[in-house]
C-alpha cells in the first residue's frame, strides 16, 4: 500500500469515527451531557445570577459557565441580560421583546432567536439594562468581540472527536437553546401550561418537573418571585437549578439570596394586623389565585342557571378564562362581552368587583401600612357581609394568613 493510499485510509477512518471511534450511544451521551451544561449554565450564570442576581457564585465558578456559553452559544452575557431584564419590564407589552401576546405563539415559538438577535442590535436596550455584567478585558477583547470564535472552535472539536457525526453534535448543540430557551419558555411559557400565582402576565408553568431546562418550566413561579434563586414552590414540584445551587453552596461556591416566601394559615384573627397584611402582600399573587379559583368554582355551580339567562356557552367559556384576569389584560372585545354576563349575574359582579377592589390594596402605593391593615379589614367585613358563601370562606381564609418561611434563604 502506497503512502498516498495509506494517507487516504487514515483520511477517511477520521471524518468516519473521529480520535475516539466512539459507538453512536457514547456519541448521543456526549451530546446530551454537553447541552445540559450549556442548559445548567444559562439558567443559574444568565438567568439567575446575572439577570436578577438572585445568587452570588465564586468568580471561578462564574467564569467557567461564562466560558461555556461562549463555547457553546456565542451568546454575550451583557445581550442575554439586558433583554432579559427588559421582558420583565415590558412582560406582555409593547416593548416586549419575545412576548407571544405581542407577537404571536407562532413567530416567538420558531423565530425566537430571531427576535432576540433583533434586540441584541438595540444599543438602547443594552444601555438601559445590561448594568453590572461582565467588563474585563477577557469580555471586551474575546467573549465580546469573537463571539463566533467559541461556536468554531466547538465545531472542531466535535468533529475532531467523533468525525463526521461530530457535525449533528455541533448542530444539536447550536439549536438547544434557541429552541429550548427561546421557543419552549419564551414562547410555551407564556401562552400554554398551568399557574400557580395570578402574575400580572401570561406566564406559565410548562411542566412541574423542572429537568429538560434546568428548572425553567416552571415560569409562572419565576415570574411571580423573580429574584427568587428557587424556581419550585409546590410540594410536586422539582427545580434541578436549585439542587445544583444547593450543592455549589455546600461547596461554599454559591450563596442564594431569596427563596419564595409561603403562605401558611394559622388561628383565625378578629382584626387583622400588620403581620396578616404583611402575609397576603407577600403572597398576593397566590391569594389571587385561590380568588380565581373561587370565581370559576362559582361559574361552574351557576352554569345551567348562567346559560339559561345568557343563552351563549362560549360566553360562559370566555368567563372562566378571563374573568379572574386583571382588566388591562383582558383583550376589549372580550371585556365587552364579560360585561353582558356580569350584567345577569349579580353573584359573579359581586366577586369580580371585589376582586379589584382587593388588589387595589396593594396596588396604591400612597396607603401607609396602617391605611392598608384598614382597608383589608374593610374588605374583609364587606365579604362576610356579601351573603356569598364562597366570599365568605375566602375571607376567614385571610384572616388567618401567616408567613411561614423567610424571605431570604
Partial sequence: MSGFELAGNVVIDFLAQGLTAAPWWQIVLFTLVMTHITIVSVTLFL??????????????????????????????????????????????????????????????FWEGAELYRTEAKNEETLRRYGHGTP?????????????????????????????????AVWAVQMVWIPFWAAGVINGIGHFWGYRNFESPDASTNVFPWGIVIG??????????????????????????????????????????????PKLAFGDVKPVPDEQ????????????????????????????????????????????RRWLHRDEDKVPPAVRERLQRLLA???????????????????????????QMARELQAWIERAERSGIQALRDFAQRLRAARLSAPVAA
Fill in 344 to 370: 345577569s349575574a349579580p353573584t359573579l359582579a359581586q366577586m369580580h368587583a371585589m376582586r379589584e377592589e382587593l388588589r387595589q390594596l396593594w396596588s396604591n402605593t400612597a396607603l401607609t401600612r396602617e
Fill in 276 to 319: 396578616t397584611l404583611e402575609a397576603i402582600v407577600a403572597n398576593r399573587y397566590e391569594i389571587m389565585a385561590r380568588y380565581a379559583r373561587e370565581m370559576r368554582a362559582a361559574i361552574r355551580a351557576e352554569w345551567d342557571a348562567l346559560r339559561a339567562q345568557v343563552g351563549d356557552e362560549s360566553l360562559l367559556k370566555l368567563a
Fill in 215 to 260: 428548572g425553567e418550566e416552571l415560569h409562572n413561579n419565576h415570574h411571580t418571585y423573580p429574584t427568587s434563586a428557587k424556581f419550585s414552590v409546590k410540594p410536586y414540584e422539582f427545580d434541578i437549578g436549585w439542587v445544583y445551587i444547593q450543592a455549589l453552596a455546600k461547596l461554599g461556591l454559591a450563596r442564594p439570596k431569596k427563596v419564595p
Fill in 135 to 167: 467588563d474585563d478585558w477577557i469580555e471586551r477583547h474575546l467573549y465580546t468581540r469573537h463571539s463566533r470564535l467559541g461556536v468554531s472552535l466547538m465545531l472542531i472539536l466535535d468533529v475532531a472527536l467523533f468525525g463526521a457525526a461530530g457535525l
Fill in 47 to 108: 438567568h439567575r445570577h446575572q439577570a436578577h442576581r438572585a445568587l452570588d457564585l465564586h468568580p471561578v465558578v462564574s467564569h467557567f459557565f461564562r466560558f461555556w456559553l461562549w463555547l457553546t452559544t456565542g451568546m454575550v452575557t451583557k445581550e442575554w441580560a439586558a433583554i432579559h431584564r427588559k421582558h420583565h419590564a415590558k412582560c406582555e407589552q409593547e416593548g416586549d421583546p419575545h412576548s407571544p401576546q405581542v407577537f404571536g405563539i407562532r413567530k416567538v
